[in-house]
């Protein structure tokens, strides 16, 4: 049983294009969250939600934007996408959204743009 | 002044040996430290979490940490060629939802 599951695991596609990716957590965690890891293997937070609700937005452009339409769920809808938005996705999902829980990983989503 | 800092190796050992991996950190307010280990094209899975100062064992794992001196490490014991990876140290903040990273330490252990 997978516990943070995302599609798709691999995305190829062209500059200017709009694509999404999905991703579900059976946990029944409140929190989860989208990380880009660049080439460089350096992991950033770029949203947080808990229970639906955003609780992080870091400083990444408007043409990312996340969907929480339940509490297991949290897509990620990326428009005019451009080279530098190659890297690996990873959603995750924590317990709550205070210091003390682990987070859960899902496999990751490697998008290139070309 | 990066918020998490780390060598980013490799760091090489022999099989069986220890394998010291260090961190350092920039903001006092820091509350809790997390290990993470990282597979080439896997995702990131928990090893350790320590929250107050000293040492904290499980297994062939031991994770220390110092707040007077802004540091977290990770031992690995009897360190086998399975324990080759990338290591994330990562912490939160007190009263802040977001777990920063930084940007691993590679390790090769050697059979």
């Known amino acids: 049983d997978t516990a943070v599951s995302q599609t798709p695991k691999y995305l190829v596609t062209q500059m200017g294009n709009d694509k999404s990716i999905k991703c579900e957590q059976n946990?029944?965690?409140?929190?989860m969250y989208w990380y880009k890891q660049d080439s460089k293997k350096f992991l950033k937070i770029m949203f947080s939600y808990n229970n639906k609700e955003l609780i992080i937005n870091e400083t990444v452009p408007n043409r990312f934007s996340p969907k929480s339409p339940d509490k297991a769920h949290l897509n990620l809808h990326i428009n005019s996408l451009e080279l530098g938005d190659s890297a690996v996705y990873f959603c995750?999902?924590?317990?709550?959204?205070?210091?003390?829980?682990?987070?859960?990983f899902g496999p990751g989503t490697r998008l290139t743009v070309t | 002044q990066k918020e998490v800092e780390q060598n980013s190796g490799p760091l090489s050992v022999p099989e069986g040996a220890i394998a010291s991996l260090n961190c350092t950190y920039s903001d006092r307010g820091s509350q809790s430290f997390f290990w993470y280990r990282q597979y080439s094209g896997k995702s990131p899975e928990l090893i350790m979490f320590?929250?107050?100062?000293g040492d904290k064992e499980d297994g062939r794992f031991t994770a220390q940490l110092n707040k007077a001196s802004q540091y977290v490490s990770l031992l690995i014991r009897d360190s086998q060629p399975s324990d080759s990876a990338t290591y994330l140290c990562?912490?939160?903040?007190?009263?802040?939802?977001?777990?920063?990273f930084g940007a691993g330490t590679r390790l090769f252990v050697k059979a």
């Open positions: 320590i929250y107050s100062n």
């Open positions: 995750a999902s924590s317990q709550d959204q205070t210091a003390r829980y682990e987070q859960y």
């Open positions: 946990l029944g965690h409140d929190t």
């Open positions: 990562a912490l939160q903040k007190t009263g802040g939802f977001k777990t920063i």
